[in-house]
């Protein structure tokens, strides 16, 4: 920012600024607060002012530009610079206000350091007016009333935001999925306690914690169900104030399980009269359970869950071309199948939860019917669909000619261009399956092997043919 060029006045506050404070959260997590604008904005200024403008370069020598508007209306501009970032140890920046004539009545230089033991982190500030004119006395003289509010600010915008954990694990997705629905598992590495659980909309179930003290009784109601990849349920305490919402979310990330737990709704539990509810502690908690516990029982468990069945092909077509091929009912009924097979029906409704529904005739002319239940949909990139026999009107069925078949597989196709052409990858593995089940999809590896290549070699034809 530019010297500012007025002569310097004495102000009757010192010129010096101390403050320190005390967040039950990581300093990672803090350090955000202070360097995302869509973090800082909703926290910056006294309590009343708002910020339409805030736009930051968290970079040494980056620009900094936030525009505070007061209760009245009226925008306060104010500019700086950052002098040194050290994430997430150590924030130095200049500020100034603007006058009418955008020049700077001060120049103050804070630095901010964030210091962490035991998940919590210690905040503190100092202030250093530079310089000043006549002018910008009535804001520094202020300057400790609002940085005071502003932190007060920042802790209430901490606690509103959703508690995220995300992890990696080297398991198969319906492995993760059953440790996460299957009651009998949840009692092995999370709640010992608990009776009885269903992944379905609507279901409801209850089990007490003891904490400190007090007796928690968890109530719990499950609002979204996506078999295989995501559960939400509304979370709530008998006899406490507060309801919120915990999501886990289950995505394929080479040949590995990506769970994503995003908890939200945290600060409506009231953690200033109950700090047993405050949202360190269920970030703490969260952490543990995720990165250890869950983690620790999947892998075991996923060690013996059987093989993912991967084939992969090149197409000479754009990947805008395959895609449409493989998300068109129209398409998909000219082509789909193996190698003879025809499919006479079939209806689509792409979007995730909707179907794929098709009847398939052999070349003997056996009827069968199958469907795929959309779970994931990126757009000319990625397609995840759980899969299973079916009926005319649309249920789940088992394989025909082997009961001991999974009834659900979870198939994720990728497409990446490849120099005009389009290569793609299918991951297919059991979903909720039963350890026979498991064992006959690992046995059938090299029967999908042709069964597929058939498949693709009548795409291929298809797509040759423009």
């Given at each position: 920012m530019p010297t500012v060029k007025n002569s310097p006045v004495e102000i009757a506050a010192a010129r010096t600024l101390r403050l320190t404070r005390v967040f039950a959260v990581p300093r990672r997590l803090v350090f955000q607060l202070w360097t995302d604008p869509k973090h800082v904005a909703p926290w910056w200024g006294p309590h009343g002012f708002t910020n339409p403008v805030c736009q930051l370069d968290t970079r040494s020598g980056g620009a900094i530009r936030i525009d505070m508007r007061g209760p009245d209306g009226t925008v306060y501009p104010m500019t700086g610079q950052y002098r040194d970032i050290v994430e997430p140890e150590r924030l130095v920046f200049t500020s100034a206000a603007l006058d009418a004539t955008d020049q700077p009545l001060f120049e103050v230089l804070t630095t901010v350091t964030f210091t962490e033991e035991g998940g919590e982190t210690t905040l503190r500030l100092e202030a250093h007016v530079v310089e000043a004119t006549a002018a910008a006395d009535p804001y520094l003289t202020g300057m400790a009333a609002g940085w005071t509010q502003s932190l007060e600010k920042l802790g209430?915008?901490?606690?509103?935001?959703?508690?995220?954990?995300?992890?990696t694990f080297d398991a198969p997705m319906d492995v993760v999925w059953r440790a996460l629905t299957d009651v009998d598992q949840m009692k092995q590495w999370y709640i010992p306690n608990i009776e009885s659980f269903k992944p379905e909309v609507g279901?409801?179930?209850?089990?007490?914690?003891?904490?400190?003290?007090?007796?928690?009784?968890?109530?719990?109601?499950i609002t979204t169900v996506v078999p295989g990849s995501k559960i939400a349920c509304r979370w709530k305490f008998d006899g406490y104030p507060g309801d919120s919402l915990v999501t886990f979310?289950?995505?394929?990330?080479?040949?590995?399980?990506?769970?994503?737990?995003?908890h939200e709704g945290l600060?409506?539990?009231?953690?200033?009269?109950?700090?047993?509810?405050?949202?360190?502690?269920?970030?703490?908690?969260?952490?543990?359970?995720?990165?250890?516990?869950?983690?620790?029982?999947?892998?075991?468990?996923?060690?013996?869950?059987g093989r993912e069945f991967v084939f992969t092909r090149v197409f000479d077509a754009?990947?805008?071309?395959?895609?449409?091929?493989?998300?068109?009912?129209?398409?998909?009924?000219?082509?789909?199948?193996?190698?003879?097979?025809?499919?006479?029906?079939?209806?689509?409704?792409?979007?995730?939860?909707?179907?794929?529904h098709y009847c398939m005739q052999t070349p003997d002319g056996h009827v069968m019917w199958g469907k795929w239940t959309f779970v994931e949909i990126e757009p000319l990139e990625k397609l995840v669909v759980i899969?299973?026999?079916?009926?005319?009107?649309?249920?789940?069925?088992?394989?025909?000619?082997?009961?001991?078949?999974?009834?659900?597989?979870?198939?994720?196709?990728?497409?990446?261009?490849?120099?005009?052409?389009?290569?793609?990858?299918?991951?297919?593995?059991?979903?909720?399956?039963?350890?026979?089940?498991?064992?006959?999809?690992?046995?059938?590896?090299?029967?999908?092997?042709?069964?597929?290549t058939g498949t693709m070699d009548q795409l291929a034809v298809y797509l040759a043919k423009g």
């Open positions: 209430e915008h901490l606690a509103r935001i959703p508690v995220l954990v995300e992890r279901f409801r179930t209850e089990f007490n914690v003891r904490e400190g003290g007090k007796d928690y009784l968890h109530q719990w109601e979310e289950l995505s394929p990330e080479s040949g590995k399980t990506k769970l994503k737990l995003t600060e409506s539990f009231r953690p200033v009269d109950n700090p047993d509810l405050a949202r360190g502690a269920f970030a703490e908690g969260w952490t543990n359970l995720i990165g250890t516990a869950l983690k620790e029982f999947v892998e075991r468990l996923g060690a013996a869950a754009p990947r805008v071309t395959v895609w449409r091929a493989w998300t068109e009912a129209e398409q998909l009924q000219r082509w789909f199948g193996p190698k003879g097979c025809t499919v006479p029906a079939c209806s689509l409704d792409l979007r995730p939860g909707g179907l794929f899969v299973s026999f079916s009926d005319s009107q649309g249920g789940v069925s088992r394989h025909p000619m082997s009961p001991t078949w999974p009834l659900e597989t979870l198939s994720t196709m990728t497409l990446t261009e490849r120099a005009g052409k389009t290569e793609l990858t299918l991951r297919w593995a059991p979903s909720n399956a039963t350890e026979s089940e498991r064992q006959t999809f690992d046995a059938s590896h090299e029967g999908m092997q042709q069964g597929w």
